[in-house]
């Protein structure tokens, strides 16, 4: 998949021991424009074997790729029989029909015969997507989202280098098992007044979320929302009972002021396994107006400072 690079990336030394990160644009694999859908996702157009351009959002919630129907049936392409894959979204599970794709192509990558989830038109999602580029598509790359200008752009993985970056804050990722199969999530910690609560890392996420238990250990007072609220995931919803306002919280050396949690027993929690202890969901609310890298090689999230 990976073309041979005249040039990956400039390092440029500083000052001691730290170094500024300088990725090439002209070494990227790919460089795609994205744009924000009106719910909030980081959106950025493919081709689907040759066809397009279908509207995907970036997701790090999600360990299967999506296909939703509208697009499914401009390709004609068939359920594979008797093969379905379990979809993990915040808001419900559920086991959907699989199919191969014979070409998804993001700017100038293109993934051969993948296999993704189809879903139905009516999931709330599909209202504003064609499909979702979940953890499957997302690891082969470390991904440059860029507010800046507006682009994403695809490095080999390997291409970041270990070290401290100066203007970046490198995040310690983690891998949160998932309650079937072999496959894995992202997650980190966060502070929020001394107190650690283990956070997944969800860019399929518009708003930040937490169950029950993280509401109560951190003693912040929780009000009911304003009208009836229901929060809407790739698969199906779930309700809202109350939303707290954190003022200030942390995620290793970087800090972030006055967020609104909206607080239920969402069912992601359960199967992650973390339902039974304080937990909570932040996505591109916390990282879409930042630059930041993923970086899968070395499970860290680099975010630049602002």
């Known amino acids: 998949m990976f073309r041979v690079l005249n040039l990956l990336i400039a390092l440029l030394v500083l000052s001691g021991c730290a170094t500024e990160l300088v990725l090439e644009q002209d070494g990227a694999l790919a460089v795609i424009p994205h744009k924000t859908s009106r719910a909030g996702h980081i959106v950025v157009e493919t081709m ?3 066809q397009g351009p279908y509207s995907f959002a970036l997701d790090t919630g999600a360990t299967i790729s999506v296909l939703y129907d509208k697009a499914r ?15 993990l979204g915040m808001t419900g599970t559920g086991d959907f029909p699989v199919a191969t794709v014979s070409r998804i192509s ?15 038109d009516s999931e709330p999602a599909a209202r504003q997507l064609d499909g979702i580029l979940g953890l499957d598509f997302l690891r082969q790359y470390a991904i440059w989202y860029s507010q800046e200008d507006r682009l994403l752009r695809l490095y080999p993985k390997e291409l970041v280098a270990e070290g401290q970056y100066l203007g970046w804050s490198p995040l310690k990722l983690s891998e949160l098992r998932v309650a079937y199969g072999d496959r894995s ?11 650690r609560i283990p956070t997944l890392f969800d860019l399929g ?37 109350s939303e707290v306002r954190v003022w200030r919280l942390r995620i290793d050396n970087m800090q972030w002021k006055n967020r609104i949690f909206l607080v239920g027993e969402f069912p ?16 591109t609310n916390f990282f879409a107006q930042r630059d930041f890298i993923i970086d899968f090689s070395r499970e860290r999230l680099l975010v630049r400072h602002q």
Do not use: C, H
Not at 268 to 283: D, S, Y
């Open 48 to 50: 689907l074997n040759g």
């Open 185 to 195: 999530v992202l997650a980190f910690d966060i502070y929020i007044d001394g107190e």
């Open 106 to 120: 993001v700017g100038e990558e293109t993934w051969e015969n993948a296999r993704v989830a189809l879903l139905p």
């Open 205 to 241: 996420s518009t708003v930040n979320l937490m169950n029950v238990k993280a509401a109560r250990k951190l003693r912040i007072p929780t009000r009911p929302p304003a009208n009836t609220v229901n929060v809407f995931g790739v698969i199906g919803w779930a309700p809202v009972l």
């Open 73 to 87: 049936n401009t390709l004609e392409v068939d359920p594979i029989p008797g093969l379905q894959a379990r979809v």
């Open 268 to 283: 992601v929690f359960e199967v992650l396994k973390i339902n039974r202890r304080p937990a909570a969901i932040v996505g």
